[in-house]
């Protein structure tokens, strides 16, 4: 199985985190099967930006990225050449590290 590594991040992953989850699983499935609560406010159908991660290692591992996504990345916030919607990002056998930025677009935070 693939290794997700995350970075820290002050709210969500404070040390950083080392998770495993099966290929073809979204990053935002295996995140939140970790306990690892990150956003997905359109509840991963790919209507929205809040679980933009910026892949820093793996990125072509990862499953192509259609039109839908490329156009709602153009709203992100911390926009990278290697972000993707982690509801949209389904795991190869290549592990990747993950950083989730500090902000999205929602300014109040829905609890999944």
């Given at each position: 199985m693939p290794?997700?590594?995350i970075l820290p991040h002050a709210e969500l992953c404070p040390q950083g985190a080392e998770i495993t989850?099966?290929?073809g699983t979204s990053i935002c499935e295996a995140l939140l099967d970790h306990?690892?609560?990150?956003?997905?406010a359109c509840e991963m159908s790919a209507a929205c930006t809040t679980c933009h991660v910026v892949v820093?290692?793996?990125?072509?591992?990862?499953?192509e990225i259609d039109e839908i996504e490329e156009d709602l990345l153009d709203k992100a916030w911390g926009l990278q050449p290697t972000s993707r919607l982690s509801c949209q990002?389904?795991?190869a056998k290549e592990d990747v590290t993950i950083?989730?930025?500090?902000?999205t677009i929602n300014h109040a935070r829905e609890r999944h």
């Open positions: 290794i997700i590594r989850a099966p290929e306990d690892i609560e990150i956003e997905h820093k290692q793996g990125f072509n591992s990862l499953g990002a389904m795991l950083e989730i930025p500090k902000y």
